[in-house]
T-cell receptor, first 112, second 113 residues
């Protein structure tokens, strides 16, 4: 099976930097995805990591360490609209169907 | 809509009734998925389908049924056997490659009273 852990809630200030961590345990790691989900809306894809290291996309970056079963999503220059839940999801090589297994999500509140 | 449409957005039913949620995609993708989300929680997989006329159970399939008669359509029926049907239901499409993300529809919020 898979186990994915994220903090439940985080608070940060507009303009600051925040790091959202995700740890996972899986038998056949085959990629990690980050999604953003505003309340009552669908999750939208942010980033994908399958090799160790940092992937940067504008204000958002995602890091992966496969040996540690660890990833983080880094949000820079926080804006009020970044207040949302951030979902970490893992794909397992041994799961047929390429489905994703999701963590519980981290609700980020950005304050002025 | 990202090539995938769910309807309706809100649905209300009485306990004991079956209800069917619609999911349609127009990008000719093979893989489709149904997830359930409860308040403050992550997504849990109900069913998925990789090809027409074939589907597989996910982690929480009990009380649900699906069909995949056409590539573009993957409806989910919430039956009266589902003990806690009130939830946010999300349908997703996937291109099938290991590095391809899932793309979600806008979801259906089902309330059963």
């Amino acid at each position: 099976g898979q186990n994915i852990d994220q903090p439940t809630e985080m608070t940060a200030t507009e303009g600051a930097i925040v790091q959202i961590n995700c740890t996972y345990q899986t038998s056949g790691f085959n990629g990690l995805f980050w999604y953003q989900q505003h309340a009552g809306e669908a999750p939208t894809f942010l980033s994908y990591n399958v090799l160790d290291g940092l992937e940067e996309k504008g204000r958002f970056s995602s890091f992966l360490s496969r040996s540690k079963g660890y990833s983080y999503l880094l949000l820079k220059e926080l804006q009020m609209k970044d207040s949302a839940s951030y979902l970490c999801a893992v794909r397992d090589l041994y799961n047929a169907g390429n489905m994703l297994t999701f963590g519980g999500g981290t609700r980020l509140m950005v304050k002025p | 809509d990202g090539g995938i449409t769910q309807s309706p957005k809100y649905l209300f039913r009485k306990e004991g009734q079956n209800v069917t949620l619609s999911c349609e995609q127009n990008l000719n993708h093979d893989a489709m998925y149904w997830y359930r989300q409860d308040p403050g929680q992550g997504l849990r997989l109900i069913y998925y389908s990789q090809i027409v006329n074939d589907f597989q159970k996910g982690d929480i399939a009990e009380g649900y049924s699906v069909s995949r008669e056409k590539k573009e359509s993957f409806p989910l029926t919430v039956t009266s056997a589902q003990k806690n049907p009130t939830a946010f239901y999300l349908c997703a499409r996937g291109q099938g490659g290991p590095n391809s993300p899932l793309h979600f529809g806008n979801g259906t919020r089902l309330t059963v009273t």
